[in-house]
């Protein structure tokens, strides 16, 4: 299982009134540990105000760069994400989890056309994922549509334009802005339009090979719905929900009882009984096990495990296939038992 390891702060950089890129320093005796894919995540563990913090964010540096660098953008008033853009210094340290995460992007030596929808905080995973793209072909094309409020309220604008200048002719970013009209960007939202705009004007000659969303939910649906109205293989479709808030979600349970509870977390078997309307997770944590979990919302994927005795019906389910369900696992954030006992393998993932 994934542990979490102490890392300096390298460097702060202010990317919008209300975001940070944050940069740390990886010692030589973590590199291996600390080596990732594109588009991966890592999990920041802070204990503020007497109460510990878990949160998750996509690493936005390329995977051929010393450090990993981060965007953290402020939705809170009180929580980690509020702490890290403005108190947060250059020289502290935080405890961080390595990397893991599937909304990833594997190079191959084949040329890849890649195209990218991402609103607000949802581009940092995508400029991972853009330079590993740009890096790994020469021939490589990268089509992005961001979505925001106003150019103040784009996060890495600047790094986005001198993409665009590097990668002449391979990079292409087009920006829209919901709240104000602004010189070389789009007014509005991402919609069908947009999609339509990119993908079957601007680009109508090229074949993409994989299509990569990250954002609010609404906008991930109506990008999917207009790429496979457009014929668009569901198989070239990656998404990663990014929730607006990082107050969790209340779950409408109906479920009776008592469950009988085994859960196994590095090689440790712990016993206990909880109430079937409980999630998994939170009763897992009221028994002070160590069990993995950043996010508590069932959009990352740090919180899986298996069921290898009993069964548990999940509420929501954005990371899951349905074979690996079949086989078993749940995000345990938003599992409940069904059944009178259960056995859940933390370990077997």
Same mark, same amino acid.
């Given at each position: 299982m994934s542990q979490f390891?102490?890392? #300096?702060?390298? *460097?702060i950089k202010k990317l919008t009134p209300t975001s940070v890129a944050v940069t740390f320093s990886i010692p030589k005796e973590l590199a291996q540990t600390f080596t990732f894919t594109a588009g991966q995540y890592v999990t920041i563990k802070k204990e503020i105000k007497g109460k510990e913090l878990r949160r998750a964010y996509s690493i936005?540096?390329?995977?051929?760069?010393?450090?990993? #660098?981060?965007?953290?953008?402020? &939705?809170?008033?009180?929580?980690?994400s509020n702490y890290a853009n403005s108190q947060l210094k250059v020289g502290d340290t935080l405890e961080v989890m390595e990397p893991e995460g599937r909304f990833v992007f594997n190079t191959t030596k084949d040329v890849q056309n890649i195209a990218a929808f991402a609103a607000g905080s949802g581009i940092t995973p995508i400029m991972s994922i853009a330079k590993s793209v740009l890096d790994?072909?020469?021939?490589?094309?990268?089509?992005?549509?961001?979505?925001?409020?106003?150019?103040? +309220?784009?996060?890495?604008?600047t790094d986005l334009v001198k993409l665009e200048l590097e990668y002449a002719n391979r990079f292409f970013v087009y920006f829209t802005n919901s709240q104000t009209r602004e010189d070389k960007a789009l007014f509005g939202r991402i919609d069908t339009s947009t999609v339509n705009y990119a993908l079957l004007n601007k680009h109508k000659n090229v074949d993409f090979d994989g299509y990569y969303l990250c954002g609010p939910e609404e906008m991930i649906r109506l990008v999917q719905d207009?790429? &496979?109205?457009?014929?668009?293989?569901?198989?070239?479709? *990656?998404? +990663?929900?990014?929730?607006? #808030?990082?107050?969790? +979600? +209340?779950?409408?349970?109906?479920?009776d009882g008592q469950t009988s509870v085994t859960v196994l977390v590095d090689d440790e078997e712990f016993n206990f009984t909880m109430d079937k309307k409980s999630v998994i997770l939170d009763a897992v944590l009221k028994e002070n096990i160590d069990a993995p979990y950043s996010c508590q919302g069932g959009v990352c994927s740090s919180c899986i495990a298996k069921v290898t005795e009993g069964k548990a019906e999940m509420v929501k389910n954005q990371i899951l296939t349905d074979k690996e369900i079949a086989d078993g696992f749940i995000l345990t954030c938003q599992a409940h038992p069904t059944t009178p006992t259960i056995k859940v393998d933390y370990d077997d993932v």
């Open positions: 390891h102490s890392l #300096t702060v390298k *460097h936005s540096s390329s995977t051929d760069k010393d450090g990993i #660098t981060i965007g953290i953008k402020k &939705v809170d008033k009180g929580g980690f790994s072909n020469p021939k490589n094309k990268f089509v992005l549509v961001y979505g925001n409020k106003s150019y103040e +309220e784009t996060m890495f604008y207009t790429l &496979v109205e457009n014929e668009v293989d569901k198989g070239k479709i *990656h998404f +990663e929900l990014f929730t607006p #808030t990082e107050i969790k +979600e +209340e779950l409408p349970i109906q479920a």
